[in-house]
């Protein structure tokens, strides 16, 4: 019987499967693996590639429900380098077995007698068809590829200090974490790194609570801490001058172009190390971690956002030719937020440090992971190039699990140490001491100036009365200053 029908099939003119059918069965089986195998009779490859099929598309399913479910499962699971690693080898295996899959199936469903155009015309449409399934696989398997990078790059294992991290207990008991957010100025036409932005984030590490306790960049006389750095500046910190007093903003260069006064610490760590140190004493906290962000790459971070809202309650000047940001709620670019974080026109270095701490607030909120996802590859090459920290690889996870707990409804208070509240030519660093540990106790409690602010509803310093008014002694909610 099946040489009869063998013999059939090899006669000139006998029925074959037509070339629509075969492509038809093909585009099938791309769909559901499984089909082409079963329609020519090889069960069991046929039920073996349906059942894995299947049991992928469960898998995927599934997880997909939990982690929309749970964001910050998603994002815990996003920072881990060797799952990164794991991911996107999986993924472009599972390019290959698929790409192979309708290879395969176009091989057992092709007439075995064609004309040279049904020919070409077949492999023609099977290579687009496996394009379409090798395209979205390999896109994926690069992006997971970039995340990786991205934070190998950015993150070291230890800290790039060596520092051992319990995944048990990664704050290591602490009630807080301290991470001092820096702003570089570094710019073409100067040499080297000026931290005009400095704010210690104190964060409770139950609850999320936060605490932002900025000091001005043009701040004096503060004291150096213990060694090198204040065996030279006993009377505090005159950086090169000639006994002049230095800027708070100074010391970060001073330290990475003076090696010596941070003993021990690498090249693009002395800075850090030692501005850590001295803020530390200045507020009386220890520093645990710092992040510095290069300002000017940071418009590419918004751009590749797609910019970033903020409520302008006043025009400020941008740019050089006399443009304007007017009032009003807008979108920025990232050249327009960086003047708008930057500008000292018709204002001071104190009212920049109330709008800066709105633009990263607003960018914040606004990063949400539908934006991450469709600009990742420019977010993740301008995250290199702008960002440098020594936040452990192995406390991201917990970092996560903390930043889910700050955008859920986490209290956020802020406290600026400026005049006249603080002289910054000679401070009074008792009274910051003596603030800073009252507003960390007193974070999460109500108080008066929490609930009546005369800041609220606007960024400090941006109108004529805001100007006028006397810098709160207690933390305020940066809900009640930033303008919405």
């Not at 049991?55 to 479910?69: D, N």
């Not at 999460?444 to 606007?458: D, E, F, I, V, Y």
């Not at 709160?472 to 809900?479: A, D, G, Y």
Request: proline fraction near 7%; aromatic fraction near 6%.
């Amino acid at each position: 019987m099946a040489s009869r029908r063998a013999g059939r099939r090899d006669r000139p003119g006998a029925a074959e499967p037509g070339l629509s059918r075969a492509l038809a069965l093909t585009l099938a089986s791309a769909l559901v693996w499984g089909v082409a195998h079963l329609a020519t009779g090889r069960r069991v490859a046929g039920w073996l590639l349906l059942s894995l099929y299947l049991l992928l598309a469960a898998a995927a399913g599934v997880a997909g429900a939990v982690l929309r479910a749970d964001l910050n499962g998603l994002m815990d699971l996003a920072v881990r380098p060797g799952l990164l690693s794991g991911a996107a080898g999986a993924i472009l295996l599972l390019g290959l077995v698929w790409v192979t899959v309708v290879i395969r199936s176009y091989q057992l469903l092709r007439p075995s007698s064609l004309s040279l155009g049904a020919g070409t015309a077949g492999a023609v449409a099977v290579t687009v068809l496996c394009f379409a399934v090798a395209v979205p696989v390999s896109w994926g398997a690069y992006n997971t590829y970039l995340a990786r990078d991205a934070l190998t790059s950015i993150f070291q294992a230890g800290g790039g200090d060596g520092r051992k991290i319990d995944a048990k207990d990664p704050w290591n008991g602490q009630a807080r974490v301290n991470v001092l957010l820096l702003g570089g100025d570094a710019a073409r036409n100067r040499s080297g790194v000026r931290t005009d932005s400095m704010t210690l984030a104190s964060i409770n590490t139950r609850t999320g609570d936060t605490v932002l306790l900025s000091l001005p960049r043009n701040l004096e006389s503060f004291p150096m801490p213990p060694g090198p750095a204040r065996d030279r500046f006993p009377y505090g910190f005159t950086g090169d001058g000639a006994g002049t007093p230095g800027l708070l903003n100074e010391v970060y260069q001073y330290a990475e172009d003076h090696p010596d006064v941070v003993p021990g610490a690498r090249k693009n760590r002395r800075g850090p190390e030692l501005l850590k140190a001295t803020i530390g004493g200045i507020l009386g906290q220890p520093v645990d971690y710092y992040i510095l962000v290069d300002m000017f790459g940071f418009a590419d971070i918004i751009d590749a956002m797609g910019g970033v809202r903020i409520n302008i309650p006043e025009p400020i000047p941008y740019g050089l030719r006399g443009d304007v940001l007017p009032a009003g709620n807008r979108v920025l670019k990232g050249k327009e937020a960086l003047w708008y974080g930057r500008s000292r026109t018709n204002s001071d270095d104190y009212t920049r440090m109330g709008r800066q701490k709105c633009l990263l607030a607003a960018i914040a909120k606004q990063a949400d992971p539908a934006t991450v996802l469709t600009s990742f590859d420019k977010l993740a090459a301008a995250a290199k190039r702008t960002i440098s920290t020594d936040i452990p690889q192995e406390l991201l996870p917990a970092f996560v699990t903390l930043s889910g707990k700050v955008k859920d409804g986490a209290r956020i208070d802020s406290l600026q140490f400026v005049p006249p509240l603080i002289h910054t030519g000679n401070p009074d660093f008792a009274l910051i001491r003596k603030l800073t540990a009252q507003a960390i106790a007193e974070e999460g409690r109500p108080t008066p100036s929490r609930s009546a602010s005369p800041t609220r509803g606007r960024t400090p310093g941006t109108s004529p009365s805001a100007k006028a008014t006397r810098p709160q002694s207690k933390p305020v909610s940066l809900e009640a200053t930033c303008p919405r």
